[in-house]
């Protein structure tokens, strides 16, 4: 079951504040967030596990909240350098094999 | 730093050809990964090896693609023959482990375009 994440894009002064959310329709286990710049390799940035704490990547957090199968990704004063298609990639919970399923993405363009 | 390398870079194949793309994931790591993605979505996991073992291949076409990785070590993905649907980007990914809390490494990506 493909996550669904929202907003589709989002368009940003430098400096401003975004959200972006994960939310899933089975149980998860664990939640992976990663970002992929134009022509790029998607880049990892962090991982969310049950049960597990916030995590954090320089000014870029995120959250899961596993009774409502959701994730989401807080970038806060944001950088021009935070441009980019971000996913959020799920596993559900009682598998046996870790299997990363992807969203269609969110795709941030950070202006100056 | 190590990376996972991917080759070609880009491929343009006729439709109905036979086309390969080749892995070699970062040493050490036993999972490896391939993914389709088609311009504006997410990566679709194809298929995925612990080792040389194949632990998930659900969403491979299996009637034109296959993929090895006989040592356990590198990976080739293939597709015969080719359709103008096949038109995506590869990625490769590897993890030091398949348990869920590893983070993958991305290759490059293989651009392939079916003519």
């Known amino acids: 079951q493909q996550p669904v994440q929202s907003p589709q894009a989002v368009i940003l002064r430098e400096g401003e504040d975004a959200v972006i959310n994960c939310s899933s329709s089975?149980?998860?286990?664990?939640v992976h967030w990663y970002r992929q710049k134009h022509g790029e390799a998607p880049v990892f940035l962090m991982i969310?596990?049950?049960?597990?704490e916030q995590m954090r990547h320089e000014k870029i957090s995120a959250s899961f909240n596993e009774k409502k199968q959701q994730s989401s990704l807080y970038l806060t004063a944001s950088q021009l350098s935070y441009s980019g298609t971000y996913f959020c990639?799920?596993?559900?919970?009682?598998?046996?094999?870790?299997?990363?399923?992807f969203g269609k993405g969110t795709l941030l363009t950070v202006n100056p | 730093e190590a990376e996972v390398a991917q080759s070609p870079r880009y491929k343009i194949t006729e439709k109905s050809q036979a086309v390969a793309f080749w892995c070699d994931p970062i040493?050490?790591?036993?999972?490896l990964y391939w993914y389709r993605q088609i311009l504006g979505q997410g990566p679709e996991l194809l298929v995925q090896?612990?080792?040389?073992?194949?632990?998930?291949d659900s969403q491979l076409p299996k009637d034109r693609f296959s993929a090895e990785r006989l040592k356990g070590v590198d990976s080739t993905l293939k597709i015969q023959p080719a359709e103008l649907g096949d038109s995506a980007m590869y990625l490769c990914?590897?993890?030091?482990?398949?348990?869920?809390?590893?983070?993958?490494?991305f290759g490059q990506g293989t651009r392939l375009t079916v003519v």
């Open positions: 990639g799920t596993e559900g919970a009682g598998g046996s094999n870790y299997k990363l399923t």
């Open positions: 969310l596990l049950k049960g597990g």
């Open positions: 990914a590897s993890s030091f482990t398949g348990t869920g809390t590893a983070e993958a490494f």
């Open positions: 089975k149980a998860l286990y664990s």
């Open positions: 090896f612990q080792d040389e073992s194949v632990v998930d």
């Open positions: 040493s050490g790591h036993a999972t």
